[in-house]
């Protein structure tokens, strides 16, 4: 902790030097030349990337991205597209609250003319939190302004060599960056931290030679970076078992609209029992299989805190009184979450 405090003043000088050098280039990113330059960040991307980076990586992120932004190309395109379309889009970021909110908060900016410009603005907008509230506010509107992400705590957690209670720890590292944002570069800041903690002060192995922030690092002095951060070990995921039914006919498939709440709420989705946890719901038919309902095996998904398991069962034919809709299979495919297209792709190969 000592030696971070001595190190105090140089980070914002020595960690945007450094950036100025080895800034990734993002699709979403206005990189330090083009500011340079005078390119102003695009407030619509910003916002888009934060949340499409929310849970997400980067290397994953970046398709959804180009293709979001190639047939939405600004806040207003977006704002009145259809719920199915942006829906369908989104398949395969997952956490689909968050497509909902994207959706209420882009009709939201458009109604008001664009985008608020400062953090307390942004933060009433749906699907849009402390962290990304800052970051956007920093990056898109030059707001001198914290943006605290998990790479940010890991490498601040690391200069400061901090232990004890992880929530008192996180307070401390927010103060800390509201302390160090430079008023004349509060967006770069941000991305410059971001981009140690994903390419220097990595979870594992450290690359700490390379560090321009090697003097103030507490947690280098001591020889232990990857002791930090001292996070409280992560609840084990819960178990929840259930069915599914592939339904086919004439070369399409039997989908459901979910309930707008829970799990997957307002997407897409096959006829699935209720996922409890009892493991022989596997074993038990999904409302709408009939006598002829083969088993076919069954699939595993992971959700952030839940790890499920389903019965696969295939039926072909239409069922009488069966509600829902049909899709081609290529279409229901590219609807589908990918616990879903999971389940479908089990029933065409049995």
Not at 121 to 148: H, K, M, N, R
Not at 233 to 254: D, E, I, N, P, W
Not at 287 to 309: K, N
Not at 318 to 338: C, F, N, T, V, Y
């Amino acid at each position: 902790m000592e030696s971070f405090h001595k190190g105090l003043r140089i980070i914002p000088s020595r960690l945007l030097g450094w950036y100025d050098v080895h800034a990734r280039e993002l699709p979403w990113r206005t990189g330090p030349q083009a500011r340079a330059a005078g390119e102003r960040p695009d407030p619509y991307r910003v916002w888009l990337s934060e949340i499409m980076l929310q849970q997400t990586t980067v290397a994953h992120a970046r398709p959804y991205f180009a293709a979001f932004t190639a047939r939405w190309p600004s806040v207003k395109s977006l704002a009145a597209a259809e719920d199915d379309e942006v829906m369908s889009a989104w398949a395969g970021l997952g956490y689909y609250a968050r497509a909902r909110n994207l959706l209420k908060c882009a009709r939201q900016v458009a109604a008001a003319g664009g985008f608020p410009r400062t953090r307390a603005g942004l933060q009433a907008l749906p699907g849009i939190g402390p962290y990304t509230s800052g970051a956007i506010a920093a990056i898109a509107f030059d707001e001198c302004t914290p943006a605290v992400d998990g790479n940010v705590e890991r490498v601040m957690s690391r200069l400061m060599a901090l232990g004890g209670e992880w929530k008192a720890g996180k307070l401390t590292i927010a103060e800390t960056v509201a302390a160090l944002v430079p008023p004349d570069r509060p967006g770069e800041f941000a991305e410059a931290l971001m981009d140690l903690g994903a390419t220097i002060c990595t979870p594992k192995r450290p690359d700490c030679a390379n560090c321009p922030l090697q003097e103030a690092c507490a947690a280098y002095a001591e020889g232990q970076p990857e002791r930090y951060p001292a996070k409280p070990k992560r609840a084990q995921h819960q178990r929840r078992f259930g069915s599914v039914l592939v339904r086919t006919f004439r070369g399409r498939v039997l989908v459901e609209r979910r309930p707008e709440t829970g799990l997957l709420g307002g997407m897409w989705g096959l006829p699935t029992s209720e996922w409890t946890g009892a493991a022989q719901a596997v074993r038990e038919w999904p409302p709408g299989a009939g006598s002829r309902a083969a088993p076919c095996g069954e699939i595993q998904h992971v959700f952030t805190h839940i790890r499920l398991t389903l019965g696969v069962y295939r039926e072909e034919g239409p069922a009488a009184g069966a509600g829902g809709d049909w899709l081609g299979i290529d279409e229901a495919r590219a609807s589908l979450p990918s616990v879903f297209r999971k389940a479908l792709d089990l029933a065409a190969g049995t």
